[in-house]
């Protein structure tokens, strides 16, 4: 069985640009979150799809993030424009339930020059 | 919200002899503590987890203990071999809620 999979591995861009980081979640898992990890840095929660609804954006830091999970599947995290400390490692994590294992995949290691 | 605090940042051991990272949490509702694993260039990998209702639990050479009254949680490696080295995450998590992890320690054995 196929693991969490995201792409690109690695993104460097500059500031101000865009940059749109996909996750490929377990087949079946309707749960989805994104994390992200500044160097050093703790691994803090950005959001949760369950299926195609957001169950809690809470971890968003503002409104330059844009998430989607069109029918439920993969999902989409924009970041637009790209400030500097965007930088970081971006994981997404998928479970088949609330209050079961997250699995996570590989990350994308993004870095904004 | 939660918040979890992990010591130490950086550790190493030599190999065979054991490893412990210590985490403290604030929120005394979590009720759901894992521990990741991560290697170079994977993502996080469950390694071991304990609920609230359960003060120790051990998978071969791994082991958690909990203290709720304390409210801190300690990952034990024995026998530690030169795959241990990585770098561990300790997490809480309260219901349904989200997880809070720690800022993750870096294990290296020394051959």
């Known amino acids: 069985e196929a693991g969490v999979t995201q792409f690109p591995s690695h993104s460097v861009i500059e500031k101000g640009q865009t940059v749109t980081l996909r996750c490929d979640p377990i087949?079946?898992?309707?749960?989805l979150y994104w994390y992200r990890r500044v160097m050093g840095k703790e691994i803090k929660f950005l959001l949760h799809?369950?299926?195609?609804?957001?169950?809690?954006e809470s971890g968003m830091p503002n409104n330059r993030f844009l998430a989607e999970r069109t029918g439920g599947t993969y999902s989409t995290l924009k970041v637009q424009p790209a400030e500097l400390e965007d930088s970081g490692v971006y994981f997404c994590?998928?479970?088949?339930?609330?209050?079961?294992?997250?699995?996570f995949g590989p990350g994308t290691r993004l870095t904004v020059l | 919200g939660e918040n979890v605090e992990q010591h130490p940042s950086t550790l190493s051991v030599q190999e065979g002899d054991s490893a412990v990272i210590k985490c403290t949490y604030s929120?005394?509702?979590?009720?759901?503590f894992p521990w990741y694993k991560q290697e170079l260039g994977k993502g996080p990998q469950l390694i071991i987890d304990?609920?609230?209702?359960?003060g120790e639990k051990k998978d071969q050479r791994i082991a958690v203990t909990l203290n709720k009254t304390a409210k801190h949680f300690s990952l034990h490696i024995t026998e530690t071999q030169p795959e241990d080295s990585a770098v561990y995450f300790c997490?809480?998590?309260?219901?349904?809620?989200?997880?809070?992890f720690g800022t993750g320690t870096r294990l290296t054995i020394i051959p």
């Open positions: 304990i609920r609230s209702n359960v």
């Open positions: 929120d005394s509702a979590s009720n759901y």
């Open positions: 997490a809480a998590l309260r219901g349904n809620e989200k997880l809070t």
């Open positions: 799809f369950v299926k195609e609804s957001k169950q809690d």
């Open positions: 087949s079946g898992h309707d749960n």
């Open positions: 994590a998928s479970s088949p339930g609330t209050f079961t294992e997250q699995f």
